[in-house]
């Protein structure tokens, strides 16, 4: 019998900031990996625009166009850290492809920055995913999310 989903945490990326090889490591497929510098640097030389960094208001801004789109999607979030250069949050399954929710919250979300002149992309492609099948591991998930907050 297969365990049900009770959530996930999904995090991704502002654009150009934490590219593969990165010195902190970085997450490909679900497994994180180390340091590469030579794959940073080549990363790093085919950015096509700066990266993207959020200030404080941008940082809210984000925030409150992620709790609007719960609210319309009708999935409760546990925990939510939008940092400057990274989103992690953690959301109750509803009965969606993950992908599409992210990018339901990607939209939104620049949409929301493009209102105070953010132009241009803001995100990375793709994300990461951790999915939650009981209390233990989502309420770990939770206090990861919220111990980001500051």
């Known amino acids: 019998m297969m365990a049900k989903t009770l959530g996930y945490m999904i995090t991704w990326t502002t654009y150009g900031t934490w590219l593969q090889g990165d ?6 497929n679900g ?7 030579e794959l940073a640097m080549s ?22 166009a992620i709790y609007e789109k719960a609210h319309n999607l009708n999935q409760q979030i546990h925990a939510l850290a939008v940092r400057s250069n990274h989103v992690h949050l953690v959301v109750d399954y509803i009965h969606r492809p993950v992908g599409s929710i992210v990018r339901l919250y990607k939209i939104v ?13 803001v995100w990375t492609i793709g994300f990461d995913k ?11 998930r939770i206090d990861y999310v919220n111990s980001h907050k500051k």
């Open 23 to 28: 010195k902190r490591g970085y997450v490909k």
């Open 31 to 37: 497994t994180i990996r180390p340091a590469n510098p």
């Open 43 to 64: 990363n790093q030389q085919n950015l096509i625009k700066n990266p993207v960094t959020l200030s404080k208001a941008h940082r809210t801004i984000v925030e409150k």
């Open 109 to 121: 979300a620049q949409v929301a920055l493009r209102k105070v002149g953010i132009s241009g992309r």
């Open 130 to 140: 951790r999915y939650c099948f009981d209390q233990q591991t989502l309420k770990k």
